[in-house]
């Protein structure tokens, strides 16, 4: 077959997925690769995202694919490593190992989401320069559709505009995507497909804001007694009450000179978002953790960054069903195929760490498509569509339901979740063949696909109902005898 219709890609997004995507073609051979990026660069720095990502075999599959693994794993610090420190208010410490709840799985990798895209940008430059091109400081400002084929209208922060024909179109911006969005104004009236369709989550609307610490900060008024890089932290606040009460949390990076994060998620009604000034900030940050020497860590510049961030919310659980679309004969190169990957078309909380991963695994299973029909588009993207939408669906109730609690949101809620956990965990053990571990497990075996985990709880679920019920009418029998 002549392939000469592999090239003018156009790719909306460089993030994760983005720069994947791009890889993962210009590895298939196609040219001309276009990233549209709104960022100035890869490696800026944005402190409310500059939380971190743990790639688990999941996404493997796409950096094994790249020969990128080894790499991953050189910046980042392995799951099987993972060391935990809990700081108390009264200033005492437990450090824990995270345990591997299946030590047959992959290892995963923790890195920040800063680093893992400078990764991927980093083997562009260095081996597909001349197949893709990133244009960074560019926005697609609109996307306009002729009978057989679409054009991509782009604008750098110079105002210099330009139009890109693209053979394929690939959606990789994100919840907000302007693809998406467009194809869901072109189908009004007919169809639904390109809707977000929208879940409920007790995690969902969950306020979070960054604060950026110095590399090795000091943990007390003790000198020497400073950060591990490699140590995740969780540092508990003075307050007890609903709408004060506080967590830092600090996941692990291997770089000892790079910047930590701390995350700060809680509802949206809290005290710390209603603070207008910096003073208040560290005031307020001071009264919740005098264990730490806050005056020491945290500079008043970054007390009035982190004063006037917006932050940000936790995401609905959302998808949409239709992944797709075509005009005209792309295969003559007289058309255009648009795909979405990623949170452009599946976007949820970050409670399963699924988000990153689950776009990787978007483009390894695009890839096997690809190579199945020969880079037939009209084939392959109907193809992945059918595949992926039940996984997606999945997914989705999933991350409704895997590990919602997890942010001290609701202590008597995560209680009862954890004796649920900790039930189907102890329950697998004695009877693997009648109960299935937790789905908050299960995620973690890549081998897996989310359509087969899902099932897989339910079923378990329906079995200690039946159980639960039979047990209840026992009981009432007894009661009426």
């Not at 083997?123 to 559709?145: A, G, R």
């Not at 007919?190 to 809707?195: A, H, K, V």
């Not at 990153?356 to 392959?380: C, G, M, P, R």
């Not at 590990?403 to 001290?408: D, E, G, H």
Request: with cysteine; aromatic share 10%.
């Amino acid at each position: 077959m002549n392939h000469y219709y592999k090239k003018n890609v156009v790719i909306i997004g460089g993030g994760p997925a983005g720069l994947g995507a791009a890889l993962m073609l210009a590895q298939r051979g196609w040219k001309n690769i276009t990233v549209i990026e709104k960022r100035p660069s890869a490696d800026y720095y944005e402190p409310d995202k500059s939380f971190s990502y743990q790639i688990d075999g999941r996404g493997q599959k796409l950096t094994d694919l790249l020969k990128l693994t080894p790499k991953l794993a050189n910046v980042s610090v392995p799951s099987t490593d993972f060391y935990f420190t809990l700081i108390q208010k009264d200033g005492t410490r437990k450090t824990t190992k995270l345990p591997i709840a299946d030590s047959k799985r992959k290892t995963a990798y923790w890195l920040p989401r800063a680093s893992f895209i400078e990764l991927l940008y980093q083997e562009i430059k260095h081996y597909w320069q001349d197949e893709i091109k990133v244009l960074f400081n560019t926005e697609c400002i609109e996307i306009k559709q002729h009978l057989e084929h679409l054009e991509i209208i782009t604008q750098s922060r110079d105002n210099k505009p330009l139009t890109l024909t693209p053979t394929l179109l690939v959606g990789c911006d994100g919840l907000n995507s302007i693809v998406r969005q467009t194809l869901h104004e072109w189908e009004k009236g007919q169809s639904n497909s390109f809707e977000m369709q929208k879940f409920s989550s007790p995690s969902s609307g969950l306020k979070y804001k960054v604060l950026t610490l110095p590399p090795q900060f000091p943990l007390s008024e003790q000198e020497g007694d400073v950060a591990q890089s490699t140590m995740a932290y969780a540092i508990r606040s003075t307050f007890k009450e609903r709408k004060k009460a506080i967590n830092l949390g600090l996941l692990p990076l291997k770089n000892p000179n790079q910047p930590r994060t701390a995350n700060i998620i809680t509802y949206p009604d809290h005290q710390i978002w209603q603070l207008e000034t910096p003073v208040d900030v560290e005031q307020f940050l001071k009264q919740a953790f005098p264990q730490i020497p806050l005056e020491k860590i945290i500079d008043p510049e970054e007390i009035a960054r982190f004063t006037s961030s917006e932050g940000g919310k936790f995401p609905i659980p959302q998808y949409c069903s239709g992944l797709y679309q075509i005009w005209g004969n792309p295969e003559e190169s007289q058309g255009t195929a648009v795909i979405l990957l990623g949170d452009a078309v599946h976007c949820f909380p970050p409670d399963i760490g699924q988000g990153v991963n689950s776009a990787l695994e978007d483009i390894y299973i695009f890839q096997e498509i690809l190579s199945e029909t020969k880079d037939n588009l009209s084939e392959a993207l109907p193809r992945y569509q059918n595949l992926r939408q039940p996984d997606i669906k999945s997914l989705i109730r999933l991350g409704q339901i895997s590990y919602p609690w997890q942010y001290n949101q609701d202590p008597l809620r995560k209680k009862i979740w954890s004796i649920n956990f900790f039930m189907r965990l102890l329950l697998n053990r004695l009877f693997p063949f009648l109960f299935n571990t937790h789905s908050f497990i299960m995620i973690q075996n890549h081998e897996l696909s989310y359509s087969e985990i899902l099932a897989k709880s339910n079923r378990t679920t329906q079995v200690l109902s039946i159980l639960g019920g039979l047990a209840i009418l026992t009981l009432l029998l007894k009661l009426m005898n």
